[in-house]
């Protein structure tokens, strides 16, 4: 094993601790200055840094990985969040609009009644439509005014187009309306254009109704406004009821098949007009 020669060590006779401090503190202040001024140690420090960058990099790979991985899915955990509160942030947009929409139908209809019974001569009473039955083989609904409102039975009932039917029963707070479609149902009407008149029958279907028993000779056309007559002192005379929609003169038959098209909307509304006509019975 070689020996290192006593004359090559940098102290070989030995010095004290403080003295050594003191020397290496002088070596570094003679360095720092050299360097600060000449730049020497440029190379060293190059070198150093050279070596160190990679291993350094090395250290903070795991680490930067894990942030990356960390922020990602923190990063979709908040994009889930946020579509579902968008989700539902439309939902209820869309529920608002749907509720908005309906009111403003509301108030349209509202509006027309009004007019309607501007034009009306005769009192009545609004009422909105509270239930309708699951019966598929009876048309009626049943409307928020009954007796206390002084609402009878038999009254004719009204939207802004036309003749929907009848009051048929009455309770203390609501009446049951029995829509003019329903099988059960016959109303006396006139053809406006000729003064003819006939029966308009119900068919249990809410799209049309038939005249019956007309002669082949009645002179009907398409497009022809049936209104109530009167005679039958049930209905006020004069309310739109129907529209003839299509005639089946058949051969060999003694009367006329009628197809017409009520003009109120059977199915689509949510107020009425009750008139306050006595029926003559």
């Not at 070596?51 to 894990?66: D, F, H, K, S």
């Not at 969040?81 to 968008?86: D, F, P, S, T």
């Not at 209104?227 to 005639?247: E, F, K, M, N, W």
Request: proline letters at 5%; one cysteine or more.
């Amino acid at each position: 094993m070689a020996v290192a020669h006593p004359h090559l060590a940098l102290f070989p006779h030995g010095l004290n601790a403080g003295a050594k401090l003191l020397i290496y503190l002088v070596l570094s202040i003679v360095l720092l200055t050299l360097d600060s001024h000449y730049r020497a140690l440029d190379r060293v420090r190059g070198g150093f840094n050279l070596l160190l960058v990679p291993i350094e990099q090395g250290v903070q790979a795991p680490w930067l990985a894990w942030r990356t991985m960390d922020a990602f899915f923190v990063r979709q955990a908040e994009l889930v969040q946020e579509n579902h509160a968008l989700r539902a942030q439309s939902i209820a947009w869309d529920l608002e609009r749907q509720h908005n929409h309906q009111l403003e139908q509301e108030n349209r209809t509202l509006r027309a009644l009004l007019g309607l019974r501007a034009r009306v001569m005769l009192p009545s009473t609004s009422a909105e439509i509270i239930a309708i039955p699951r019966d598929p083989w009876r048309r009626l609904f049943t409307v928020d005014a009954g007796s206390i409102q002084g609402i009878q039975g038999g009254s004719a009932v009204i939207d802004a187009q036309g003749l929907l039917g009848q009051v048929t029963r009455v309770y203390p707070a609501a009446s049951e309306i029995t829509l003019l479609t329903d099988k059960e149902q016959a109303v006396p009407i006139t053809i406006a254009r000729t003064g003819q008149h006939a029966i308009l029958f119900g068919t249990g279907s809410d799209d049309y109704l038939e005249l019956r028993y007309l002669p082949h000779s009645t002179d009907i056309r398409n497009g022809d406004l049936l209104v109530t007559s009167g005679l039958d002192g049930l209905y006020p005379p004069g309310l739109p009821v129907a529209r003839i929609q299509h005639i089946n003169a058949g051969a060999g038959q003694e009367f006329d098949n009628v197809i017409c098209r009520p003009v109120a909307a059977i199915d689509r509304n949510r107020q009425v007009l009750i008139i306050h006509h006595t029926p003559v019975r």
